[in-house]
């Protein structure tokens, strides 16, 4: 079997992989960090997304061994020091979550959506439109968005 070797949140790891481990299988299975959920394995519902150097990408659709030599930062690396990401903590205010499932691969992809729009507009269509392969079931997206331009705020 293949040695694939990475970063991830902040620590290096190395592990045996078969050629067709996924991305999420790896972080969850391997390394335990279990915040990065699977929720259809098609690409289709976002549950998944983690950043693999700085952009937000699908971990059920992405191989570990794609992943040879990247960051990977996944939920459980973005807070600081015990302080939730603005991200996460304008989630916690502007309640943009209910049952928490989609939560992680929401937050991942809306730190994303910040950087790569930095210094330019990030209007409630903007974020509708970019959340558009991220499903929640739970919450009709109102107080995700809220909660995406509140933090556009703090990370400027």
């Known amino acids: 079997m293949p ?5 991830v949140n902040g620590r290096e790891v190395s592990a045996d992989v078969e050629g067709r481990t996924l ?7 391997e390394l335990g960090l279990t915040g990065t959920h699977v ?3 098609t690409s289709q519902c976002g549950a998944c997304v983690v950043h693999v150097d700085g952009r937000a990408v699908k971990s059920c659709t992405t191989l570990a ?17 015990g302080a939730l990401h603005p991200m ?3 989630f916690r205010e502007h309640h943009g979550l209910q049952c928490g499932f989609c939560t ?8 994303d ?3 790569r729009h930095k210094g330019g507009t990030l209007d409630e269509a903007t974020i509708r439109e970019e959340l558009e392969g991220n499903i929640c079931r ?15 705020e703090k990370m400027a």
């Open 65 to 81: 061994l794609q992943c040879e030599g990247a960051d990977v930062t996944t939920i459980e690396g973005v807070a600081t020091n």
């Open 3 to 7: 040695t694939v070797s990475m970063t």
């Open 23 to 29: 991305l999420v299988e790896f972080l969850r299975d």
């Open 138 to 152: 739970c919450t009709g997206y109102h107080n995700i968005v809220k909660a995406i331009q509140s933090a556009a």
């Open 88 to 90: 996460q903590e304008a």
């Open 113 to 115: 959506m910040v950087e």
């Open 104 to 111: 992680p691969g929401m937050i991942m992809t809306a730190i």
């Open 39 to 41: 929720g259809c394995d």
